[in-house]
């Protein structure tokens, strides 16, 4: 079931570099907002992805009161917390376009910030190591299995189209073509 009323539009937010001078607030009222892990520090929205136990731990300590999701067999949680339960997922982003797609399943999601290459704007604060080890080879097919298996338009927001898919209900949009759509919304 899903968390949110549905809506015809999903705007999805990771937390890579591109999205770092966007204004989220424009979004508002636009449509459904998701968005990953230590999102909330910077803005609210209606849905919080979060996988990650550290970061588990920091909403509840920062009495986070948004609706969270997260997988099953997360032991610390926030009480407005649901669990979903999917598989072929390393990261919130991963895990979050799933439930977009299959769950959700709006006409169109933008997705903003999941970059597919290395540039996280939370990148040495807490729950976020300097390195960013993460294989962005790997996650990368995760993101296109999500899309490639949905009837969901997935329009990826960036700098650089890292996805590199030919499928045909995924587009691939600069933030300024980006700015233009949001005002037909």
């Given at each position: 079931?899903?968390?949110?009323?549905?809506?015809?539009?999903?705007?999805?937010?990771?937390?890579?570099?591109?999205?770092?001078?966007?204004?989220?607030?424009?979004?508002?009222?636009?449509?459904?907002?998701?968005?990953?892990?230590?999102?909330?520090?910077?803005?609210?929205?209606?849905?919080?992805?979060?996988?990650?136990?550290?970061?588990?731990?920091?909403?509840?300590?920062?009495?986070?009161?948004?609706?969270?999701?997260?997988?099953?067999?997360?032991?610390v949680r926030p009480e407005n917390t649901t669990q979903w339960r999917t598989a072929n997922f390393r990261t919130s982003g991963a895990f979050g376009l799933q439930y977009v797609t299959k769950v959700i399943n709006p006409l169109r999601c933008?997705?903003?910030?999941?970059?597919?290459?290395?540039?996280?704007?939370?990148?040495?604060?807490?729950?976020?190591?300097?390195?960013?080890?993460?294989?962005?080879?790997?996650?990368?097919?995760?993101?296109?299995?999500?899309?490639?298996?949905?009837?969901?338009?997935?329009?990826?927001?960036?700098?650089?189209?890292?996805?590199?898919?030919?499928?045909?209900?995924?587009?691939?949009?600069?933030?300024?073509?980006?700015?233009?759509?949001?005002?037909?919304?």
């Open positions: 079931m899903s968390l949110v009323e549905y809506k015809d539009i999903v705007f999805f937010i990771g937390n890579g570099a591109s999205r770092q001078n966007f204004d989220l607030n424009k979004l508002k009222e636009k449509g459904i907002i998701i968005g990953c892990n230590a999102l909330y520090r910077d803005f609210i929205p209606d849905i919080l992805i979060v996988l990650d136990g550290k970061m588990m731990r920091e909403l509840k300590t920062n009495n986070y009161k948004g609706k969270v999701l997260t997988s099953k067999g997360q032991g933008y997705t903003l910030g999941m970059d597919g290459y290395p540039g996280n704007i939370y990148r040495g604060t807490p729950c976020y190591s300097v390195s960013g080890n993460l294989k962005f080879d790997k996650i990368v097919p995760q993101y296109v299995d999500a899309v490639k298996n949905s009837t969901v338009e997935v329009v990826n927001v960036n700098t650089v189209d890292s996805w590199k898919t030919e499928i045909p209900n995924y587009r691939f949009i600069g933030y300024d073509r980006f700015e233009e759509e949001l005002k037909t919304i």
